[in-house]
């Protein structure tokens, strides 16, 4: 017959040995000690050192859970309505007492329903305001609990690309400590107990004690340095009769990773003597046994008794670490391989829950993060070349908008399924984010990598019919080559994603190996253009108007219009910088030609008001500008808004207009020929000559205000004004002087004959109605 209690079969092997051992026994144990050794203090010492490490783990385990749920999208989203359905799950009934979520300002959401205010609790004045990563409270009785019971919260921070979004609670009964403690065996008068800095019990053997009790309750004082425990040591031991008369010795160890807890281990001095017999009668037994017993107790004991528990721990640590491929063996006749069953049902089921997608039963980002160590470890031995490898569907969109979620859907699941057929052993695939897949692939070298790319983007450009709609999927990937050394795993993910962006960002439908020139500016860039994107759509971008005024008459003739961005994010990015992504993207085209229209439709309005000289100047870019279409769709807009050409400026800078200048010349003209008026804005800062200019088909200079701030103190800037002015009078072409500032400016450029001028001393840029104020105090 098996025996299948481990417990059993711990006893027949320990009868055996103390079948040998006894007699023995009589021999040896002679007389009492009557003294401490100091080798048994150490060893009772050390003894409390294992049990502190052991609640402690306990500790560590709560905090890995805590810190796996943190890192879920789900709660990464702080979108109440998704957390309401998904972490309720999580909590395990006997384990946690219930869950909770928090944003930034302490407002929660508890797994029993309640919205609750944690803003005066210690871990959110830890995570949220010191800015720890996570915490354990100490135990309190808190006012949405039971009132009786104490509570201890396990707390981590919920980051969101790096930005600290809110914080997930663990909330468990203070009853577990008790129960751990409970568990720690120390002979029969031995027991555990667990204090805090204060000296406040925090968990006893015997819950009768209770809550918050002092251990001066249970440690008489005494003058003794020697019995008054001292927190400040890390460990140590003292002896001390208790209010019975009782001597004891209690062993004390600082719990690592506690909210400065400290373990206590109090047994009789008595049994303690007995521990001592019994150690020193094992010493002088395991000599006179001789090797030939101890090994053959030693490979029984080690063979039917510690290997299998020794492999669980295995298993149960590489899970820890993340690996969630582990399998614990099932095959041990005991209660190990029971254990073993329901770890790895256990495991299974949370596999499913947190990292596989539920479309394409692939796994989830989280899965794929967590799984691609351990792949890429066992590919690192085969000297191959890795890569990984990221995904994305263009205009995804369009296919959701045609055939609804359903039919977007089952495109992903089409996809999915061709991507498996693609994945060789060992390699690894995921679905990354909406429309995106990502894959680890590996190949014997560098130009079979590429050529297997090509292979990939080839096979998922395919055509798919869904709901009578048949889709010719345009498919852009991103591939970064893993390091075999150096690059850490998570660096290659983000160096794959923004390989990715940079073919998208280049036309899509197109596969982009990473460049290391590819930097953190392209990151940030990407970001912007993609909330620009959708800025015209949404609204966000609108313009002011500079007042420009003619100096002879003091009063406005006009206005140039500046483009401005209403972001929450990037509300600060510099019209300049905004403009130079739009050039990046391409987005410049379709944002020029509404920066062309609002304009045209409020110079419109301003003409209907009765200010009908009103014209207004507008930046070109140089995209903008070389459009073969560019000089018909400023005609179609002066018509579609019904302003006389006459009103209408384009500035185009110096830069600018030097480059391809023959092709400049042709829409110049094209444009004067309509009555379009052309201004070269920054004149002065190129290597032109004005001279040159004289080709060009100009009516205004537009002076930089570089020179105009050096008026006063650089003699080349006003030298370099005067020559422009003079020399522009003489070809019949008006001047304007940006960046007027003070009055002393607008007298200087006034003796010297300059037409106009803009700038602050005049006024800032302003919004249509603040203008429409400025030109009735003009009237």
């Known amino acids: 017959m098996i ?3 481990i417990r059993s079969q711990m006893l027949i092997y320990l009868l055996v040995g103390l079948l040998i051992l006894f007699g023995f026994l009589i021999y040896v144990v002679n007389k009492e000690l009557n003294r401490l050794p100091e080798n048994v203090l150490v060893q009772f010492q050390e003894i409390s050192k294992a ?67 944690i803003s005066d609790q210690e871990q959110y004045q830890k995570i949220i305001l010191e800015g720890r990563p996570n915490w354990i409270s100490q135990p309190f009785i808190s006012p949405y609990a039971d009132q009786d019971i104490p509570i201890v919260i396990i707390s981590h921070e919920v980051k969101r690309n790096a930005e600290l979004v809110g914080l997930v609670n663990i909330v468990l009964s203070n009853k577990f400590l008790n129960y751990v403690v409970q568990s720690i065996n120390l002979g029969e008068t031995g027991y555990a107990w667990i204090v805090n800095k204060e000296g406040n019990i925090v968990a006893h053997y015997d819950q009768v004690i209770g809550y918050h009790r002092h251990i001066s309750e ?24 208790d209010f019975h008369g009782k001597e004891k010795f209690t062993f004390y160890k600082s719990i690592e990773g506690s909210p400065d807890w400290t373990l206590l281990l109090t047994i009789n001095n008595e049994e303690v003597l007995g521990e001592i017999s019994n150690a020193r009668i094992k010493i002088i037994l395991f000599f006179v046994l001789g090797i030939f017993s101890m090994s053959i107790f030693a490979f029984y004991y080690a063979t039917s008794i510690s290997k299998p528990i020794l492999k669980l721990k295995q298993v149960f640590d590489k899970a820890e670490t993340g690996n969630l491929n582990v399998v614990a063996n099932e095959n041990v006749n005991n209660e190990v391989g029971m254990a073993a069953k329901s770890f790895n049902k256990m495991l299974r089921q949370i596999k499913k829950l947190t990292y596989y997608d539920t479309l394409t039963n692939l796994y989830n980002l989280n ?23 990221v995904i994305s569907i263009d205009d995804f969109k369009r296919i959701n908008s045609l055939s609804g979620y359903r039919g977007g859907n089952l495109v992903l699941k089409k996809l999915a399924y061709q991507l498996q057929g693609f994945i060789e052993s060992g390699e690894g695939i995921g679905r990354n984010f909406g429309d ?63 390989a ?34 959708h800025a015209i759509k949404k609204k966000e971008l609108y313009l002011v108007y500079q007042p420009i005024v003619e100096i002879k008459t003091n009063s406005i003739i006009g206005t140039e219009a500046l483009i401005r961005w209403k972001h929450e994010k990037f509300e600060s990015v510099s019209p300049l910088k905004l403009i130079e992504i739009a050039e990046q993207s391409g987005f410049i085209i379709d944002i020029g030609k509404w920066v062309i229209r609002e304009a045209l439709v409020q110079t419109k309005k301003w003409h209907d008001l009765g200010h009908s000289s009103m014209f207004v100047s507008v930046n070109i870019s140089t995209i903008q500008f070389d459009q073969p279409n560019f000089v018909e769709m400023v005609k179609n807009i002066l018509e579609e808004t019904s302003v006389p050409p006459q009103f209408l400026e384009l500035e185009i ?53 570089s020179f105009v701030n050096g008026i006063f103190h650089d003699e080349n800037a006003k030298t370099i004004i005067t ?57």
Not at 367 to 389: C, E, Q, S, T, W
Not at 448 to 462: A, D, G, P, S
Not at 686 to 701: E, Q, W
């Open 218 to 241: 249970l440690i008489p004082p005494t003058n003794n340095d020697n019995v008054i425990f001292k927190q400040e040591e890390d460990s140590g031991w003292f002896k001390y009769k």
């Open 367 to 389: 899965g794929f993060l967590l799984d691609l160590p351990y792949k890429v470890k066992r590919l690192k031995d085969k000297d191959v070349v890795i890569a990984i490898a």
């Open 500 to 533: 990715k962006n940079q073919a998208k960002k280049e036309g899509g439908d197109r596969y982009q190996f990473y460049d290391l020139e590819i930097n953190e500016k392209i990151k940030l860039e990407q970001k912007i253009e993609n909330a620009l994107y």
């Open 3 to 5: 025996i299948k209690s």
């Open 51 to 117: 049990r502190a490490d052991g609640v402690q783990k306990e500790l560590e385990k709560f905090l890995f859970e805590t810190k796996i749920i943190s890192q879920s999208p789900i709660i990464q989203s702080m979108e109440l309505g998704k957390i309401q359905n998904y972490l309720p799950h999580l909590v395990v009934e006997g384990k946690h007492r219930n869950m909770t979520i928090a944003d930034l300002d302490g407002k929660a959401w508890t797994t029993k329903g309640d919205y609750i205010d």
């Open 436 to 498: 995106e897949f990502i894959l680890l692939l590996r190949e014997e070298s560098l130009e079979k990598l590429e050529k297997r790319i090509e292979r990939l983007w080839v096979q998922c450009r395919t055509e798919m019919k869904v709901k009578e709609n048949e889709y010719h999927l345009k498919i852009s990937i991103g591939v970064s080559i893993m390091d075999t050394y150096l690059t850490p795993v998570e660096d290659v993910v983000n160096q794959a994603n923004i």
């Open 723 to 779: 020559t422009i002015i003079n020399m522009a009078k003489t070809i019949n072409i008006a001047t304007t002087a940006e960046g007027v500032e003070t009055p002393d400016q607008l007298k200087f450029l006034q003796g010297q004959g300059c037409d106009k001028v803009q700038g602050y001393f005049i006024s800032r840029p302003v919004k249509s109605d603040q203008l429409e104020a400025l030109l009735k105090e003009k009237i």
């Open 653 to 705: 800078t110096e830069t600018n207009a030097m480059t391809m200048v023959e092709e400049k010349l042709v829409k110049m003209r094209k444009l004067k020929e309509m009555g379009i008026r052309i201004a070269i804005d920054d004149f002065g800062t190129g290597y032109s000559s004005l001279a040159y200019f004289t080709r060009f088909p100009i009516h205004t200079l537009k002076i930089d205000r």
